[in-house]
């Protein structure tokens, strides 16, 4: 690869680091907590960017070659295609995975995604009448919370709509790092009237409750709810779940 091509390269991904990491896109990729390190990766880029620039204008100059310089005048065309998924993130930011990711995984919830603590003893449900829960915790309470804290409870979720083998579900996407190790996490949905019928990717918040005993291996420990309201939302900035 001929160094200009290389230059351009981390210029334009050190650049594209610093500018997702700057706004709130960079949380279509990664969890909160990393931002800085993605921020610390596009610096660090650029300045390499930048010695090289400045190490290529000294030999253009007739300067002598610094130690480990090395002329690589045959470029072959694929180097370029390497400009592709940068020049995607500047001009066209790809969106947070959705109802794909989670159309195209295996159906039901992972088991160890959603385990609850060792115990099977869960502090008690914040109050209200209908407290918001994240759907993982939701999923975990409903598997493995021996004191049944959601029976007869309403509860707040939110997520996005998928429709799978005839069934209408809830889900998120979990996160431990980065997009790429997203899990799904879902609950199906009963008795949700127009909820039932939005289309796929649709963002609801929900007032839901658990039907008990619906979260067994069966069915691939996924809670069934009946919906009791149901609002859709825009998707939220923060798309996972962590």
């Not at 091509?5 to 969890?31: C, D, F, P």
């Not at 919830?109 to 609850?116: D, E, F, P, R």
């Not at 959601?150 to 083998?165: E, I, K, Q, S």
Request: net charge neutral; proline share 8%.
């Amino acid at each position: 690869m001929r160094r200009d091509t290389q230059n351009v390269l981390l210029v334009l991904l050190g650049g594209a680091l610093i500018k997702i990491s700057a706004t709130e896109l960079y949380l279509r990729y990664v969890k909160p907590a990393n931002k800085w390190y993605l921020l610390a990766a596009g610096v660090v880029i650029l300045a390499l960017a930048a010695t090289s620039l400045l190490r290529d204008a000294w030999l253009a100059r007739g300067g002598r070659p610094m130690p480990g310089h090395h002329s690589h005048d045959h470029e072959p065309h694929s180097p370029w295609l390497l400009l592709l998924p940068v020049l995607a993130i500047f001009l066209v930011a790809p969106p947070a995975l959705g109802a794909d990711s989670v159309q195209r995984a295996a159906a039901g919830n992972s088991v160890t995604a959603a385990a609850g603590p060792s115990s099977g003893e869960f502090a008690p449900l914040p109050a209200g009448a209908a407290p918001e829960l994240r759907l993982s915790d939701f999923v975990a309470r409903a598997v493995w919370d021996r004191a049944g804290s959601l029976a007869g409870r309403d509860v707040t979720l939110t997520g996005f709509v998928v429709h799978r083998g005839g069934a209408a579900e809830l889900a998120r996407l979990v996160i431990t790092c980065c997009a790429a190790d997203a899990r799904p996490m879902v609950v199906r949905l009963t008795d949700g009237g127009a909820a039932r019928d939005l289309p796929s990717g649709t963002w609801l918040r929900l007032r839901a409750r658990l039907l008990p005993g619906s979260a067994t291996v069966a069915d691939g420990y996924t809670p069934s709810v009946q919906v009791l309201d149901a609002e859709p939302i825009p998707e939220p900035v923060e798309a996972y779940e962590y």
